[in-house]
């Protein structure tokens, strides 16, 4: 009997999600660690990826640890959670955010998620309509390119300019809006540029919005990782000119990626997120999706009041030592620039000038030859729209940051055209 071909395999569901996938950080670093030489005798030091936890002096607080211990011991967080999350959690975030705003947050304006991944996710999966587009920063954080592929959302790019600090180029947002932009996003502190915004720009980021009619996404994952000359400010102070949507986590400034505990916080003061029924819509997603796990909600309100401030401090003067050093080293190697001197985050956009390295075709190029002669590794540029760059992680010990960077500096003397 003639067996009719598998559906699935008729089905044009799977490429967008294939696609969507290989544009990830994970899969273009799993692509540059296959370049290592794993039978060379020096270790592997990997500074593209952004998880500080692997040096030693990146830990979390132990008042962090001691108040999941306490939420675990105490035996009431082991069932599920209400999809918005526990109202105490809840509340400890909207009090905690709102320190920064000029107005009071309520619980109810807060999305409890998987960390901030799952909350741009949510994000991008409720503003997602037929025909509709969002602008998004490039470079930028590439889960908001392959989630709006996934979505079937169009990304328009405005850019970023290196020479003023990564600011947003608020004429190209002008130009890239329509009637049917839905939003626009913004990550400050920036990953992956290390700027931070100052009041000025922001102002001018909420006008060029409100004049627009579009809605603000702030990522503000490294929120308070800000250790230049510009303090962090919440884009939320402008929620009475234009609605704001802020995802954050507590993974960057607490150093617990692994943790997964994020949010959706809306900023409305006037209602136009309500009257949209965004705010419905949040929940009707979060209803089916996972929620975080209800022991970490449980210690959130202790790992928010507890944490003393000096533990901030040291690891502010942690990435401010790290950075100052990243950026003294890169200017020593022959053949990348830093335009910008990082101010936040944990890290850094050098670019590669090509025409003084020999043998190197692009920046992956360069970073999978880094990475087989030198067993070090970087993420390379294009995997956040910015090709001929190179993004580096400095959210490490120094003697090892030192290491790398010194072997990139190796690598580029022997590859100099002047001196081959």
């Known amino acids: 009997m003639e067996r009719r071909p598998w559906s699935i395999c008729r089905q044009s569901a799977g490429p967008p999600l294939a696609t969507a996938g290989s544009m990830s950080i994970r899969a273009v670093l799993d692509r540059v660690f296959s370049a290592v030489d794993a039978s060379g005798p020096r270790p592997v030091l990997a500074i593209g990826n952004g998880d500080p936890t692997a040096s030693a002096c990146f830990r979390p607080p132990p008042e962090a640890e001691e108040a999941v211990v306490a939420a675990l011991r105490s035996r009431k967080h082991n069932g599920y959670s209400p999809s918005v999350g526990v109202l105490p959690a809840r509340r400890a975030i909207a009090e905690y955010l ?12 807060i999305y409890l998620t998987a960390g901030c991944c799952q909350a741009i996710d ?10 509709s587009n969002i602008l998004l920063p490039k470079p930028g954080f590439p889960l908001y390119e392959s989630r709006t592929m996934f979505s079937n959302l169009e990304a328009r790019h405005f850019n970023l300019i290196p020479d003023r600090g990564w600011e947003a180029d608020l004429e190209s947002v002008e130009a890239l809006a329509d009637e049917n932009t839905v939003a626009m996003v913004i990550v400050n502190p920036s990953n992956p540029c290390g700027s931070v915004y100052s009041h000025d720009h922001l102002a001018k980021i909420a006008e060029t919005a ?25 884009m939320g102070i402008f929620a009475d000119m234009v609605p704001v949507i802020t995802v954050g986590s507590i993974s960057k400034r607490w150093l617990v990626p692994g943790w997964r505990l994020g949010w959706i916080a809306m900023c409305d003061l006037n209602c136009i997120l309500k009257e949209a029924k965004v705010d419905k819509s949040i929940e009707s997603y979060i209803n089916i999706t996972n929620d975080p796990a209800t022991f970490i909600q449980g210690a959130v309100p202790q790992i928010i009041a507890n944490t003393k401030e000096d533990y901030f401090m040291k690891i502010l003067n942690l990435l401010r030592n790290s950075a100052d050093l990243c950026y003294s080293k890169i200017k020593e190697a022959r053949g990348i620039t830093c335009p910008h001197k990082p101010e936040g985050s944990m890290f850094v956009m050098a670019k590669l000038d090509l025409s003084c390295l020999d043998g190197i075709q692009d920046d992956l ?38 290491n790398a960077l010194e072997r990139i500096t190796s690598f580029c003397q022997r590859h100099d055209k002047l001196e081959a």
């Open 98 to 109: 709102s320190r920064d705003l000029p107005y009071q947050l309520s619980p109810d304006d």
């Open 122 to 131: 949510v994000m991008i999966s409720v503003l997602a309509q037929p025909g």
């Open 210 to 234: 409100r004049k627009l009619g579009i809605i603000i996404i702030a990522d503000e994952v490294y929120d308070h990782l800000a250790f230049g000359n510009k303090p962090f400010i919440p």
């Open 365 to 402: 190029d360069f970073c999978c030859m880094l990475a087989k002669e030198e067993s070090v590794i970087v993420l390379p540029g294009s995997a956040l729209g910015m090709k001929d760059w190179i993004r580096i992680t400095f959210a490490m010990d120094i003697p090892t940051l030192e």
